[in-house]
């Protein structure tokens, strides 16, 4: 099995692209030093709604990917042939999704209960993203993958180097290639898991805090431990 984080950035800070692609050389060194510190295979740059391909180094593969900011929430697109740049709001759910299969990548639903609607759409995702901010939505998004018959993968979304690998995707897979990872999550020979490390878990309640200010977090019709019933019962 393969370990490899399928949701990371280069940068901690959004906009400013002149600044961000100066910058994005020394983000990439660092995400890749922290990945195999932690023993990962790989790991994909997924920036907002733009592609720059990056060398392997420090022996972490680094496959190219892109979050496209659609009409109604975030899709991953990661593959050997991502888009170099997408416009915020322009695509729809399923324009995305139909972008990502023309390019042979795949297109995974990031994290669905926060600041998003794509959980409605019928659009014909690859996987569904346990997200490494806020794995206590877990329960809601495994019942989601399971009403959609689609895979789980796992994704930190780093914006800083420490938070690598919080979540992440373990692939059934010989070699780590752009091409390798696709065909396993179309397969479903993927899993997500989750680092329950004490920094990890300080960390998701400072971003909890924030997006809840920012109104990002949705509740879905079902309930999870700490908000009533579990799904199972």
């Known amino acids: 099995m393969l370990a490899v984080d399928l949701h990371s950035h280069t940068r901690f800070f959004h906009g400013r692209r002149r600044l961000g692609d100066l910058f994005d050389p020394v983000g990439v060194e660092l995400l890749t030093r922290t990945a195999a510190a932690r023993g990962l295979d790989g790991l994909a740059t997924t920036n907002h709604d733009y592609y720059t391909p990056f060398e ?25 042939d991502p888009p170099v740049e997408t416009e915020q709001g322009e695509l729809t759910p399923t324009e995305t999704v139909e972008l990502a299969h023309d390019r042979n990548c795949a297109a995974i639903l990031a994290h669905p209960f926060r600041d998003s609607s794509l959980r409605e759409a019928d659009a014909g ?16 998004v495994r019942e989601l993958a399971d009403d959609l018959d689609l895979p789980l993968v796992g994704g930190s979304d780093a914006h800083y180097p420490i938070e690598v690998g919080r979540a992440h995707t373990a692939i059934d897979a010989e070699e780590l290639t ?5 065909a396993a999550i179309r397969d479903g020979r993927v899993e997500a898991r989750v680092d329950d490390w004490l920094p990890h ?16 977090f949705e509740r879905p019709e079902v309930t999870t431990p700490g908000f009533g019933v579990p799904p199972e019962e």
């Open 56 to 80: 392997d180094r420090n022996s972490v593969s680094v496959l190219p990917g892109i979050e496209v900011t659609t009409s109604d929430g975030h899709v991953l697109i990661v593959g050997p």
């Open 178 to 182: 752009p091409e390798s990872v696709v």
């Open 125 to 140: 995702f690859d996987a569904v993203e346990i997200n490494g901010k806020h794995p206590r939505t877990s329960d809601w």
């Open 201 to 216: 878990r300080a960390i998701r309640k400072g971003y909890r805090f924030v997006h809840g200010q920012k109104g990002h």
